[in-house]
């Protein structure tokens, strides 16, 4: 009986392994053992392929989208040349910058919203009754879940009530002189704003876990006020969560299309524009916009994954760092959902 | 050529109207450089803050009472861009144009309110239906000087939906019919009967109806030889169990017509005016049909919300835009055929006698305009939602 | 390992007080723009839609007593859903099982950064990508050549499938990374000296370990899948009809308000349920001394 054969079967408690059973189990067959381990570097070659594949797989309409951004053919049948006019022509497009200007102001708006609350309620969930903070993970974990198309007719629908009741009162309380409230911007950051301070809570929570407690301790042990221990030990291990984010609420405010879609009235943002252009037969122009986009995020995403790894070098254990990186991008890619 | 950069044409809409209408460029060409040229002007004046609070107007001839922004909810590519920059440059009040791809997503918005939108262009079914509601107000003709019933093509006005049109001006009219490409399509299909029954059979797979139960439904149901706007339940029954039937041998079911005709991921297609005649212009072999059997016609006109909070500029445009001459403009840039018998006249002659455009009075006899019963139908909407659902 | 630290520091008791109210903000946030918005599409769900379309107040059950008619796209919704989720759970299960286990320190944050950056780009333009790609001009074409003329790509569920896939995947791969990545090595040391295979090994060993990751990447792909819209329209032609879709066209097209809120409702409790579910159920697991997931 060779020891591959006889592998034991876990027991239900913590320890997933546990010692084979006593006998000539434990000699190993050194043929068996060597067939083991060249089907054991083949299978992992051909891991290691398949997760190629797969990397290819989600590049592959990043390129295309690239690439078509300098064709200087009109569709995609043929490739004809470099060009950048899609470039300027999509710079010249008033209704495009236009629907850029908005997309900014929202979501530079909802990052600074979301990152104070975000990272206010995550630090006072630290110190709540384990039956209010139950309560706020629920809250926080359905506003991240609800999915997009609820939260923009939920939205749209009470804000336009609200509205209903609170623009008379408006009015009287100004004597007529206050400007009627109506959906717009305003309506799309209190959206946006919504989901992204659930993320930003999620990944400072995260971070808080992953802290060295003992800091703060010391800390306190040395009779240091609560605000001077907050400011100087526990508010730099936090920043790179902070800073990681702002930049997630700010990316998810600007690429999401279905909740503005619902709730922004009149103005118009970059992905309800590229929405409508995609219906009514795109000009490559979109693809220009795209590449742009891609170019800025990479470039602030680096920006964030330095002034992270720098907070990491000065406080904690590195080995987390991707594990982080992890998070924030399932956090990112829950809203980039359209 | 002009210089479109030139400082006069930005304060003299006559000439921009002439130049277009003289020049007919194609329209991407006019539209960038028309935007170039104001793109300063423009941008500076169209910026929209959040919440639909005032900001502040560059442009010269001061917004005074008029305010400085226009909210327009309205069609895709329906609009000169020049015709209304030309608004813009005389008046100061900057136009914010919302793109729409169909009445109920502009109901939507004007039923919820609060939604900041002054003019909005919906299709003739909604008005009954938006006036009962009062979701639109009721025109103060007073406001509109420029405007002469005369000079109206008669039988758009005073129609059913809006008799003495208190509430609307008809814009642009159409029809519903079907767009082919003949180079892949070998028959010559003249009914809605032959289309239904081509797209199920020789050409399974690269037909395209649009997700719009009036149009798609009515057309079908026209192709069984009953009304566009039926609701009898024996009759529906019968269509939807044929478009059910239909459905897995679609290409789609979109209203998104343009993109996969041009690709030739359809050959055939239910279809509006505007998408047959702009396909057709860009595809020697793409043929626009209004069937012989019947169909849909339609007219998209102009409302002002009644929440509206720039009603005065909003009449104030509404004046400008429906004067003749910038009427014309505006169709030779959309290629919809207008309601303005004047302007139908001042239009360029390869426009007014392209017959996609502006079909002969005996094609146009077969058709009905939907009603609004069938549009607020729910039996309608329910067995378009079930067809939809259907495996 | 953190977990024993971690539990016992968020247990001991805490300064409560002044800090608590850092919360009151997002608390307020959460009322105004989370419940308040369901609590009113809860009572529009009781209502009666106009003749016109849209909301007359009233109280009657006929809106949820007519969810029977939504049925087909609701179990549509749910199979696909769940087989697009497995899907995504076997193609991402081996990238993270690589990521985390088989590749070198530095490696892991450039490989774990590309697996997130596709999704930098915009989705709607990922998807206009993928429509041009499955159209009949993108790989139809490419099969023409080689010979197998003719297959449809656009429009049809598969390429629905393949959108969903392609978009879920970093939400699947990363939360089971996360979990693997915490895994001691030595407990895959020891397993190999003790002589398991390394389909043994992964079976009584790595998937035990990676369950709370594999559960919270179910989740976290399993629900949004359900309130899919975009998709659908882009990719299925409009011939796939998802529960979004109904939901949309309920508001969009058919202006039935109150029954449009109802399916609304009625999705989220389900969805709360689920999420609710998962925490009792992460919780268990915390403290049962296996690592946690993500919240």
Redesign the interface.
Known sequence: MTAQASVPTPAPATSPVRAPAPGPGLLVDVRAGKRAARIERIGERLVFVYTGLVFAFLFLPIVIVVVYSFNAGRHVTELTGFSSQWYTSAWSDRFLMNALRNSLTIAAITAVLATIMGTASALAMDRMWPRARALFELLTYVAIIVPGIVIGIATLIFIVTALDWLNPWLAFFTGGSSPDLGLGAGSVIAAHTLFTMAIVNVLVRTRMRGMDRSLIEASEDLYATPWRTFVQVTFPQLVPAIVAGALLAFTFSFDDFIIAFFTSGQDQTVPIYLFASIRRGVSPEVNAIATVLLAVTILAMVLAGVVYRRGQRRSGPSAAVAGDAAVAGVAMTTGDRG | MTNRRDPDLRRDPEAIMRLAIARRLSRRHFLVAAGTGMGALALAACAPTPAGTAGTSAAPGGGGDLGDTLNLATWPNYHDQAVLDAFTASTGVAINVGVYGSTEEMEAKIRAGNSGIDVVVPSNYAIEGWVADSLIEPLDYAQLPNFKKADWNATFMDQAFDKGNTHSIPKNWGTTGIAYRSSKVTEEIKTWEQFFDLAGTTYEGKALIVDHQISSFGSAAVAMGYSLNTIDPTEMEAVEAMLTALKPKLFAISSDVQPPLRALDTWLSVAWTGDGVQVGRDNEDARYVVADDGGELWIDSYTVAADAPHKAAAYAFLDYILQPEQAAAETEFCLFPHANDKATELVAEDVRTNEVIYPPADKLAALEYAVNATYNSPERAEAWARIKASA | M?TA??TA???RA????P?????L???L??V???I???V??GV?SVGE??????YTPAFTLDQYANLG??I??LT?TLGLAALNTVICLL?AF??A???AL?VRGSW??VL??????????????????????L????VPRILGWIGFGDI?L??TPFAVSLGIV??????MV??I??SL??LDRS?LE??RD?????I?TLR??VL??AAPGILSGI??VF??I??????P??LG???T?FL??????????????PF??AL?SV??VG??VL??GY?AVSRRLVR??RE?S??
Request: glycine share 10%; net charge positive; proline share 8%.
């Open positions: 953190a630290s971690e520091a968020t247990d805490p300064r409560r007080g800090a608590v109210l850092l919360a903000p997002t608390f946030w959460y105004g723009f989370l308040l918005p369901l009113v599409l529009m839609r106009s003749p016109n379309g849209g008619s939504r087909t796209p549509n193609v081996p990238v099982y690589v990521l088989k892991k944050l774990v950064a590309l697996v997130i950056v596709p999704f930098w780009t915009s989705f709607l333009i990922r998807t206009y990508a993928w429509m041009t790609l159209g009949s001009n993108g449809q656009l429009n392609y978009n879920y995947l970093p939400l990363l939360p990374y996360v990545e915490r407990f020891a397993s003790l002589g398991a295979g390394p043994a009584q060993i035990p370990l989740v976290l629900i949004p359900m309130g899919e819209y975009l998709i329209i882009l032609g409009g011939k009809y979004g879709n109904a939901l949309a066209d309920l508001f969009l097209q058919s202006r039935n308000w449009g809120s609304a999705f989220v969805m709360v999420v609710a925490l049962a001394g946690t993500l919240v």
